[in-house]
Structures are given as C-alpha cells and as structure tokens.
C-alpha cells in the first residue's frame, strides 16, 4: 500500500479500470489507457492475486489522452482526493466507446463463447456536446467535517468540487444552492425531470430516501410517465428515447403475438411496456413485474390507456415460480408464444430466472443489461438453455464513465427462421 511503481497498460477491464502486470500480480489500474507507461500509487493490496492501483503521472501518453473533463476527478488530484464517477473522462469519446466495446465482447466470448462485435453508439446530441449534460440525476453525500459533494472513486470519503459538468444544467444549477442546513451522513439526490420542476430530496444515510407519494413527471416522445419523487428513471437525458426505440427495433415482429403473456420484468414505472405497446398497438397483452409497490402504482397509472396492459408488484424470480406453478396449458402456450422484455438491475437477471426463463421458454427475449459481464454471464446460462443471440446493439448512455448499456434478442433455437408464432 503506497508503494509507487511504473507499469505497461495492456489492456481494460471492466469496472473502468485497466490492466497491468507487477511481479507476477495482475494490478488493476486507474486513470490510464491501455498503451500507455505510468507511475502508479498501490492503493489496495489485500489480495494475493491482485492489487489495485492508481495513476499518479503518465510517463508515456496514449494518442487518445485529452485533459480530464472533470478537473476534479483529473490526475491533478491526489488519487484519495479525485471525484468518482468519469474514470473514463480523460479519454476520448471514440476510444472510450472502443474500449467498452472490447469489455463486451471479451465477456461474452470468456463466459459465453459467444464471438459477437458490437459497435458501442453514441446518445443523440452527446458527440456535439463532448458527452457533458446528460445526468439528469446526481446523488451528492456529506460528512461530519461540513463537506458536500460525491464521493471519491472507489471510497466513501466525500469530497469537494466547485463543478458537475457531466449533470444537466439544470441539476448544475441546483448544485450552487444546496441546503446549507445539512448534517453529516445525508444523500442529497438532485434531480432534473423532464416535465416536472428540478429539486434537491434531502434523505438520511446512502440508501436513497424513503419514497412518498409525490410523484414527478418525465415525456419521452409523446407520452408522459409519472413516477415517485425518487423512483428509478433512466439518467442519461436521451436514454428513454434511446431505449424505446432500440427495444422497438430489437423484437422480431415475426416472432411477436400480441395475445400471447407478453411480460416487461423489471418493468419500473412502464417505459418498455409502453414502447411494446406503442410498436404493436392493438389488442397487445403485457404485464410488467416490478419489485417496487410505488413503481408498480405509476406504471398502471402510465399504462392505463392500454386495455391489455397491467401491472403486477413482486419479485421477478417469485412471479415466474408461481407462473410456472399455477399455470394452465393454455397459459404455459401463451408464454410459449411470449415476447419477454427483461431490464434487471446490474446484477443482471442470475441463474434462477434464467432457469424459469428456459423451462417457461418464451419465443423470443429482448434483454436490456446495463453490466456487460452480468450479461454475458445470463447469455451463458440462456443459450446453453436453447436460446440463440440472434441480434446486440450497445449505447453510450453513461458518457466519460466506465457503464454502457446493451439490448440484446435471445430467439428460442427452434424458432429460427419461422415466420409466426402463435399461442393458437
Ligand atoms: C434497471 S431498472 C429498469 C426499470 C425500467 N425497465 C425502466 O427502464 O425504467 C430495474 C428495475 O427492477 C426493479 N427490481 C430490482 N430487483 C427486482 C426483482 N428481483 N424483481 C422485480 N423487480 C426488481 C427495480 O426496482 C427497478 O425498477
């Protein structure tokens, strides 16, 4: 620990961080790029088969080195002192798509054995702007000594920094006149919505606050959703129009019934239920399954205007147990029929919902991961279960920073090629 030592970067793993190698230990390297020769601090050593490590100066630059779009989380820092959350803003936005493309497709050939490319695609508007201003969502943290702020990478130390050039100008400016009453060990969530007013929800400890009633409003396209004041919502400005659309195009409509038990798992408030919906408007049935009591209220609110559309609240892996329980024959067609939509948590989805998903064996899955190893780790799991990966697309919707967003079609083997399918 604190040892300073000079390392060859080789190559990036997940987690923003790359690889080098020292004395025979991996060492996991912060704030460089792969190519390039650094001094680095050891800054965690617990581990015989690893040590962790950030840089303190490049000794020898990679052609894809920019000034940090962050001073505060740049090499200017002491590395205990540099804000997390843009381990990749001293990066190029090109080479920074590069590089999460190459996590993907490392982690679906290492854990899969799945040799897929993927190109990773920039949100609209973020290429114009240097991908800054998309956070429509920052959670800020406090201390005993007075100070509000994020936290540092990788630590729960909160620090300073005068700017947020990553949040939406909006949350930016809610940032200069934050409540000067607060006390340590408190989350200030600042939020931006984009059909509601911005505001600060002040909560105790760095669980996020308790949810109310009051709910807040975000349009993607030519709907609205309601949500609960702090309920979950996509951060990236553009990211519901982005994953709307990317869902629409990810289901095979040759594959698709709209009377089959169509599910959105995971569902939130609506949103991929909607862009469903709104791709096959009609008689469409879909459920969304959502863990979240408030979520779930919202997205039978959000979805009312859909007779085929309704809201279930409880856990993804219990739903499935007791579908697959309670269910008729008619019903086990229909979910055979079934175009599933599955948006986890970063977790991914993990191997008892796999294992429901294969023994209910939907038509086809549309999976929207936002951790590409959880992924590659689930895709394992499903096509060794008789899914194939028939189409992935990937979008940068967490610019400057290490996480990347996937949507995925897993098509049941046999129905490769078909033309319909049908719960008839
Ligand atoms: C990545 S968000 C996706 C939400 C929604 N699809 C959207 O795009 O707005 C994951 C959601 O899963 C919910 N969740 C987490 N674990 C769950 C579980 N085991 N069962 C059901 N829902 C869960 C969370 O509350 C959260 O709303």
Known sequence: MGDEIELDITNVAHGGVCVSRYGGRVVFVADTIPGERVLARVTEARKKSFVRASTVRVITASEHRREHVWAAASLDRDPAERAGGAEFGHIDLAEQRRLLASVITDSLRRMAGIEREVVVEAAPGDDECNGLGWRTRISLHTDAAGRVGPYAARTHTVVEVPDYPLAHHEVAMLTLGLPGTVRAGQTLDVIAPSASPPFVAVSEGSRGPQRGAARIRERVGSREFELSKTGFW?????????????????????????????????????????????????????????????????????????????????????????????????????????????????????????????????????????????????????????????????????????????????????LLGSRSVSAE
């Open 234 to 414: 996509q951060v990236h400005l553009a990211a519901p129009d982005v994953l709307t659309a990317a869902v629409q195009d990810a289901i095979d409509p040759a594959l698709f019934d709209p009377a089959a038990d169509n599910l959105d798992l995971y569902g939130g408030v609506g949103l991929l239920a909607a862009a469903v919906l709104d791709r096959f408007p009609g008689k469409t049935r879909i459920t969304t399954v959502e863990s979240d009591v408030l979520a779930t209220e919202c997205a039978a609110d959000n979805l009312a205007d859909s007779p085929g559309a309704y809201a279930q609240t409880g856990r993804v892996d219990r739903y499935l147990a007791n579908y697959q329980r309670g269910a008729t024959p008619a019903e086990l067609a229909r979910m055979r029929a079934a175009t599933i939509i599955l948006d986890p948590p970063r977790s991914g989805a993990g191997g008892e919902v796999c294992a429901a998903l294969i023994s209910l064996a939907p038509a086809q899955l549309v999976y929207v991961a936002c951790d590409p190893v959880a992924f590659a780790r689930d895709a394992a799991t499903l096509t060794a279960g008789g899914y194939t990966l028939t189409g992935m697309r990937a979008f940068d919707l967490f610019p400057h920073t290490h996480h990347v967003e996937i949507v995925a079609t897993l098509v049941r083997s046999d």
